[in-house]
T-cell receptor, first 113, second 116 residues
Framework: AQSVTQLDSQVPVFEEAPVELRCNYS??????LFWYVQYPNQGLQLLLK????STLVKGINGFEAEFNKSQTSFHLRKPSVHISDTAEYFC???????????WGAGTKLIIKP | KAGVTQTPRYLIKTRGQQVTLSCSPI?????VSWYQQTPGQGLQFLFE???????NKGNFPGRFSGRQFSNSRSEMNVSTLELGDSALYLC???????????????FGNGTRLTVT
């Protein structure tokens, strides 16, 4: 079985500063990895995904994530955040064999002006 | 293309009542999944329907049920409501079942259910 841990429930950061949201997973099989974002009062939308190939994945809105197999991590980064990035970010994993998504608990990104 | 539409947006019910939530997927999407989101438990998978058949089910009691119609629209029903059922219920659609790698989930804005 797979599991996902998002290490921080909230991350406060100043506007225009860089940010990293951490995600670690555990799995005995190969996985696919995803980051979704939920803006206030909205559903979730896909930010980026890692399926195979290059371990650095670029997504929408200037976000990127790096798959690190040895550390079983898939941390999300942005070099300079905007107030509009205020949202909750969810990391998810699915085994390559069954595709069912397992979700992390979410990290709230709080942008300080 | 219209997105995933969930109705109603907000709902207030009393303990013991039942409720039906509706989800219209993106046109052409045949898979509909339902999730419960609460501050304490995060995002929990309820079930997935594909071509009118339940394909996957999460770990929820039988009070939670769903169905999908031939036009892919889906409904979720919760009977004998409990206070703990208060949550945001999210519906997500995708092109195919079990192929989230090629067909990501598209979420609606959710139905906020409050049980008093």
């Amino acid at each position: 079985a797979q599991s996902v841990t998002q290490l921080d429930s909230q991350v406060p950061v100043f506007e225009e500063a860089p940010v990293e949201l951490r995600c670690n997973y555990s799995s005995s099989v190969s996985v696919y990895l995803f980051w979704y974002v939920q803006y206030p009062n909205q559903g979730l939308q896909l930010l980026l995904k890692y399926l195979s190939g290059s371990t650095l994945v670029k997504g929408i809105n200037g976000f990127e994530a790096e798959f690190n197999k040895s550390q079983t991590s898939f941390h999300l980064r942005k070099p300079s955040v905007h107030i509009s990035d205020t949202a909750e970010y969810f990391c998810a994993v699915s085994a390559r064999s069954n595709y069912q998504l397992i979700w992390g608990a979410g990290t709230k990104l709080i942008i300080k002006p | 293309k219209a997105g995933v539409t969930q109705t109603p947006r907000y709902l207030i019910k009393t303990r013991g009542q039942q409720v039906t939530l509706s989800c219209s997927p993106i046109s052409g999407h045949r898979s509909v999944s339902w999730y419960q989101q609460t501050p304490g438990q995060g995002l929990q998978f309820l079930f997935e329907y594909f071509s009118e058949t339940q394909r996957n089910k999460g770990n929820f009691p039988g009070r939670f049920s769903g169905r999908q119609f031939s036009n892919s629209r889906s409904e979720m029903n919760v009977s004998t409501l409990e206070l703990g059922d208060s949550a945001l219920y999210l519906c997500a659609s995708s092109l195919d079942s079990g192929t989230t790698i090629t067909s990501p989930l598209h979420f609606g804005n959710g139905t906020r259910l409050t049980v008093t």
